[in-house]
């Protein structure tokens, strides 16, 4: 060690590399005589370098002795420390962290549930304490203990030992991005291994990175939870004027329901508002308050959100909350036609806060409900074929006591209690109800699977709401990406009416247009028998190939080219039939009727809105 003035000690502490040199000049005085050290490795120190150095602050000790106790291989923590009578400290204190002994009572306990931790404290004395010294406005050395007695920790082991494991700010800068787009805390770990070449560079283990994501919303959200949630919603409204949220409290003042709807959800809701499908078997947070998201179809014929809601309970007066809350958001208009999953809660509020709607109960619960109540082979067959029959009302009662004789279940009390419903779910009683194609509430499903991808775990509800956004923000994304797509490219057309089909691809979005096309093809096996004039209209009877004991008839109005068919397939899905296509055809026109055009399925829907 070199002696003298002119030689300074320097410990780059920030040092990516850990060349174990100090950032700033520590320098040590003795009277009229400074011992400086230049490039000094920290395994060459002496006790005596450690006693005449001089630090300008706590932190800077406490940065030089974890670095000294790094190169060293043990770990060290805060120990004493002593403050004047204004609370400022003149004197702080670290030990090596194996100093001292387990308590003897937590070693004696016979009633321990669980292992105990091994046993790490064995008494070690080593010591670092410094001390104020007012006179040269400096932190010197007080105590120092350099001899440990346990053995000290090889170098490719340092990385496990506490004090020198840190989440630096760049780690925890690039953590936050990672798992806001939805990456696992594992596999970041891992990335971050292979990216400083090793976990021995890596800086910190894997349970660090755990524990710092559990603490980390703690940091956040000082005010709790809820109070962060609500918070993150709020700067949301300010950002977005026309964001609504709206939520209730308990009697213990605890949040009991939350709805929010942005102005994208509001906006789509008064182009396709007409139908609004819902269910709520969907729970991933931490308080498994039960999610209910309120969805309908857009012109491309993709799942669209109007709003959520996380509730307290499935109770009446909860649903009941969530549809006056949705009702106030979206301006008060109310959707004409509502599909579920039967929940009888959901059914009483639906009726009270949408009396006019037309509820429609999903397929596939009913069709499982068969099966699971009614243990009759070939029932559930036959159950379906009535559900979904193209017939009349008087075709499907038919149907309907016909399977009732065959299986001889007249007396049977689920048989009767659906029955009882068959307004809703019945194809015969729904004939003419736009539901857009919809039978069950198999989007719902779909989103809550799509959901799955972006909240796999228990979130608190801060949290919840943030990856719900970032969901949402996907799902936009792909109908932007579908918009585009629809307005800047074109299908290859492939039937005889060249001219017809065409004009389908100028005015329908793309998926509108493929339906569109389906029937075109359809209408093939149908032909005309007979047309009959009443002045102002021709009415058109048709019959299908291999099928001479069915018939539809299309009213053709002469002056405004209106059609309408005894299928009522247009009132119910928004397209028109095969049978007005061979109208189409008979009457030779070469664009399809305005009236014959729903404009919620055209490349309009959202112009003028």
Excluded at 66 to 89: E, P, W, Y
Excluded at 228 to 234: E, K, N
């Amino acid at each position: 060690m070199d002696k003298g003035k002119g030689k300074e000690f320097i410990i780059d502490l920030n040092d990516e590399d850990f060349d174990y040199q100090y950032d700033s000049i520590v320098k040590t005085e003795s009277d009229e005589e400074a011992i400086l050290v230049s490039d000094k490795i920290f395994n060459d120190l002496t006790v005596e370098d450690v006693w005449k150095m001089e630090f300008s602050s706590v932190e800077e000790a406490e940065e030089f002795y974890n670095l000294f106790a790094k190169v060293t291989g043990f770990s060290v923590r805060k120990d004493d420390v002593k403050r004047d009578k204004n609370q400022n400290i003149v004197s702080r204190k670290w030990v090596c962290s194996k100093e001292g002994y387990r308590h003897k009572m937590c070693l004696e306990n016979e009633n321990r549930k669980r292992e105990p931790k091994a046993v790490t404290l064995v008494g070690c004395e080593a010591t670092f304490r410094i001390g104020f010294n007012k006179q040269m406005n400096k932190w010197v050395v007080q105590e120092f203990m350099a001899d440990h007695n346990h053995p000290l920790v090889e170098q490719k082991n340092v990385q496990f030992l506490r004090s020198h494991r840190v989440i630096k700010n760049a780690d925890k800068a690039q953590l936050n991005a990672m798992r806001g787009v939805g990456m696992g805390t594992s596999q970041i770990m891992d990335y971050m291994v292979q990216q400083s070449g090793g976990y021995n560079n890596v800086g910190f283990t894997k349970k660090d990175l755990y524990n710092h994501v559990d603490a980390d919303p703690r940091v956040h959200l000082r005010d709790g939870d809820t109070e962060g949630a609500l918070a993150y919603l709020c700067g949301k409204s300010e950002m977005d004027p026309s964001f609504y949220y709206k939520y209730n409290v308990d009697e213990d003042n605890r949040l009991a329901n939350l709805f929010w709807a942005d102005s994208t959800s509001k906006l789509d809701y008064s182009c396709f508002g007409d139908m609004l499908a819902f269910d709520t078997t969907y729970q991933t947070n931490a308080y498994k308050k039960p999610l209910v998201i309120l969805v309908g179809i857009n012109h491309h014929h993709q799942t669209i959100v109007f709003g959520c809601a996380l509730l307290v309970d499935e109770s009446v007066s909860t649903y009941t909350w969530v549809l006056e809350t949705f009702l106030d958001a979206m301006n008060n208009k109310k959707p004409l036609y509502v599909i579920t999953d039967g929940d009888k809660a959901m059914r009483k509020a639906i009726k009270r806060i949408f009396p006019d709607s037309c509820h429609r109960l999903c397929a596939w619960h009913i069709q499982r409900n068969a099966f699971t109540n009614v243990h009759v082979k070939d029932f559930t067959n036959h159950f379906s074929k009535c559900m979904f029959m193209e017939g009349t009302v008087e075709e499907f009662e038919c149907a309907w006591n016909d399977m009732l004789e065959m299986f001889n279940l007249h007396g049977h009390k689920w048989v009767i209690d659906i029955y009882a419903k068959h307004s809703r779910w019945a194809k015969s009683y729904l004939r003419g109800h736009f539901f857009a194609g919809m039978k069950n509430t198999q989007r719902c499903e779909s989103m809550n699977a799509y959901l799955n991808r972006f909240l796999k775990t228990r979130l608190k509800l801060f949290e919840f709401v943030k990856h719900f956004d970032r969901a949402l923000s996907r799902i936009r994304h792909n109908e932007a990406k579908t918009e585009f797509e629809t307005h800047h490219s074109s299908t290859v057309l492939t039937t005889k009416l060249y001219v017809l089909e065409k004009y389908a691809g100028t005015v329908f979005t793309r998926q509108s247009f493929l339906k569109f096309r389906d029937e075109m093809k359809n209408a093939e096996l149908f032909f005309p028998v007979s047309t009959e004039n009443h002045g102002g209209y021709r009415v058109h009877t048709l019959t299908k190939f291999r099928s001479p004991e069915k018939i539809w008839k299309v009213c053709y109005g002469n002056s405004d080219r209106s059609m309408k068919c005894t299928c009522m397939m247009f009132e119910s899905v928004g397209f028109p039939c095969p049978h007005i296509i061979v109208v189409m055809k008979i009457e030779h026109l070469e664009e399809i009727p305005k009236t014959c055009i729903m404009k919620r399925w055209s490349k309009l829907a959202k112009e003028t809105v």
